[in-house]
């Protein structure tokens, strides 16, 4: 089992840049594909991005493609999300996620931090 905790989050103009971590505990890091996810108020939660367990293949939602960067240090135990070029519209909480290598399913979620981006 894997425990997760989400910090960075804050207040940022349009434009701006905003850099998430995920502390993970509980598990060997390495077994998990990491994702970000986000929901904002009155929507859906929808995928933002992911990256394998060895650090390859990362993998963005088209609207933050090109503005986003997701990377983990497996030594750490964490994973980052570098967020640049900030719009309005990425205003949501962000939450990690873990999946277990060779599965589908998002079994364990972090408590969320709040990105709120100002026009």
């Known amino acids: 089992q894997v425990q997760l905790v989400e910090s960075g989050g804050g207040l940022v103009q349009a434009g701006g840049s905003l850099r998430l971590s995920c502390a993970a505990s509980g598990d060997t890091f390495s077994r998990y594909t990491m994702g970000w996810f986000r929901q904002a108020p009155g929507k859906e939660r929808e995928f933002v991005a992911l990256?394998?367990?060895?650090?390859?293949?990362?993998d963005y939602a088209d609207t933050v493609r090109g503005r986003f960067t997701i990377s983990r240090d497996n030594l750490k135990s964490t994973v980052y999300l570098q967020m640049n070029n900030l719009k309005p519209e990425d205003t949501a909480v962000y939450y990690c996620?873990?999946?277990?290598?060779?599965?589908?399913?998002?079994?364990?979620w972090g408590q969320g931090t709040q990105v709120t981006v100002s026009s």
């Open positions: 996620a873990a999946r277990m290598r060779g599965t589908t399913e998002y079994r364990y």
């Open positions: 990256i394998t367990w060895s650090g390859g293949s990362p």
